[in-house]
């Protein structure tokens, strides 16, 4: 198709358009005899991110004028095109909802206790962590463009199903967790600007119906949908801005922090904090699947290139907003609460108190500036993570359902367990800190599940063609999953050496271990030479 489009002047494009007029024609009499029907019914079987219909429209090329046509749309380019900022706009939307994982009351919680126990002397290290989360979102993106299907869909193909329903199972536990941390924080801030009247559950029946009403607006148009993410995360902007321009934290230990590495082993937990929030499982597939909301033809290759050029500066600016929200929580807390007798206990439930005592009132309480920015983080990533959750569940089971019959699945997996949550543990800020704890082990230990899959599914020519990535990038992104991996499994850890006891408890944990070590393995090995040699020798010691 390139060549009738591209240097064939006009005689090409009257080709290329008897081409597509006969071809039309040809595949209309077949439709008159029946003989499509079985393919098409292939096609309206599989389950897709988003239908044709729904898709954003990008003018990929332009005319000598300037001006955008439907050719434009379909055509080559010869030549790369300059750099647009009405495309740049077109394609503004993805990233921004992929960053709000990394805004969510989880990574605030970690924001804050790392200001209030190691001050700024770690905002070196978010800004790395940021830096990993890019190159990890980047490669989603590149998967999700260049196959025109997400990371969950793959890997319903590339595994056995065993497999595949073992990384279906641990992305939706890894989900759920997150969203009873979302959904608790966004609880937690409608405590706080109702002034206590509503307890923690029906703010989690409110965050449930609030969820619903947002996603309703998917079916105005994706666009619409994404006005709304903007205006919560510049609410939050806003917010959190607010509260650092009013507690005039120190800009040279500000900048100190950012340029100079510093770690101790009083600030290691913290730190291991920091980097374990940052890649959250599910953001992974989201990202993934968010990307293909743009018209972009996988089979044309200058389309590819351009979509994922202007996805890349998106979503470069996209995490640069988040790491600034991220870091005026950071250094707020630093400012109030490093180095005081407080600092070991704040958490997200009692950190609008604590930021209460310590600034006062000013024009308007600067907790409810606090209570408004958590509320926005809170309700925007439980929309996110309802998103997440159809994706992941259609891409693994291939499931054809209406999206309104999705989402309440979905929200039921997170709701219901989440208003047991919110009663049982409403009791005190320790109780809440206790359950923060166990819902980021539960996160941690499924890092490997959205990761490993995504770097060998880029690695592959098979699944990427001429865009899979080069044997240096291969290398990076092993390195950061292998140091990510490390750094949660130095969590867990540290979790679990201080809360298991006991002989019984001990074998359990060992034999989990062993058995989650040996599915990552097997993740990691699969399809290489020494795993082929491995099941040849078990099998020949069989035989």
Not at 33 to 43: P, R
Not at 117 to 136: E, H, K, Q
Not at 158 to 184: H, K, N, S
Not at 330 to 339: D, M, P, R, S
Request: hydrophobic residues 50%; glycine residues 8%; proline residues 3%.
């Amino acid at each position: 198709m390139a060549s009738l489009t591209g240097a064939g002047g006009e005689a090409g494009r009257a080709d290329a358009g008897n081409a597509t007029r006969a071809y039309e024609e040809a595949h209309a009499l077949l439709q008159t005899f029946g003989d499509c029907g079985g393919s098409e019914e292939e096609e309206d079987l599989e389950e897709r991110a988003y239908e044709a219909a729904e898709k954003v429209i990008v003018p990929i090329c332009e005319d000598a004028d300037g001006d955008v046509g439907m050719e434009a749309l379909t055509s080559s380019c010869s030549v790369a095109p300059p750099f647009s900022w009405q495309k740049l706009w077109l394609f503004t939307g993805p990233g921004f909802l992929m960053s709000i994982a990394f805004l969510d009351p989880g990574n605030l919680e970690g924001d804050l206790q790392a200001g209030a126990v190691a001050g700024d002397t770690l905002l070196w290290l978010l800004l790395w962590a940021t830096a990993m989360g890019l190159l990890v979102q980047l490669l989603a993106a590149r998967l999700g463009v260049v196959t025109g299907r997400h990371l969950a869909e793959l890997c319903r193909d590339e595994y056995p199903d065993w497999a595949r329903r073992t990384l279906w199972l641990m992305a939706e536990v890894a989900m759920v967790g997150a969203d009873i941390q979302e959904v608790i924080g966004s609880a937690i801030a409608i405590k706080i600007l109702s002034k206590g009247y509503l307890p923690l559950w029906a703010g989690v029946v409110i965050t449930a119906l609030d969820c619903f009403i947002f996603l309703s607006l998917e079916n105005y148009g994706v666009r619409k949908l994404e006005a709304v993410f903007a205006v919560l995360i510049a609410t939050m902007a806003v917010s959190f801005a607010w509260m650092f321009t009013d507690t005039k934290p120190n800009m040279k230990d500000l900048f100190i922090g950012i340029l100079v590495p510093k770690l101790s082993s009083r600030t290691i937990r913290q730190a291991v904090g920091v980097v374990g929030c940052v890649i959250m499982p599910h953001n992974v597939f989201l990202h993934s699947a968010l990307v293909q909301s743009r018209k972009i033809d996988p089979d044309k290759e200058h389309q590819v290139r351009e979509a994922l050029r202007y996805y890349s500066i998106e979503s470069t600016i996209a995490l640069a907003v988040s790491f600034m929200i991220n870091l005026f929580v950071t250094t707020v807390f630093a400012k109030g609460f490093y180095g005081t007798k407080e600092a070991g206990n704040i958490g997200l439930e009692n950190a609008g108190q604590y930021l209460q005592e310590k600034f006062g009132g000013g024009f308007f309480p600067i907790l409810y500036i606090w209570g408004i920015g958590l509320l926005a983080a809170g309700q925007s990533s439980t929309i996110t993570g309802t998103y997440a959750g159809q994706f992941i569940m259609g891409g693994f089971l291939n499931l054809k359902l209406k999206k309104w019959t999705r989402s309440l699945i979905t929200r039921s997996f997170a709701i219901v367990p989440t208003i047991i949550v919110a009663v049982f543990f409403d009791t005190s800020d320790s109780a809440l800190d206790v359950l923060n704890e166990w819902l980021n082990v539960l996160q941690s230990i499924q890092i490997p599940f959205a990761l490993i899959p995504l770097i060998t599914l880029v690695s592959k020519e098979k699944v990427m063609g001429v865009f899979k990535i080069g044997r240096n990038t291969q290398a990076v992104t092993w390195t950061v999953a292998t140091l990510l991996i490390t750094i949660n499994g130095y969590l867990l850890l540290d979790f679990f050496s201080s809360e298991i006891r006991g002989i019984l408890s001990g074998s359990i944990l060992f034999l989990a271990v062993l058995a989650y070590a040996l599915f990552v393995l097997y993740l990691i090995l699969r399809g290489t030479e020494l795993s082929n040699l491995i099941i040849t020798s078990i099998r020949k010691s069989f035989s």
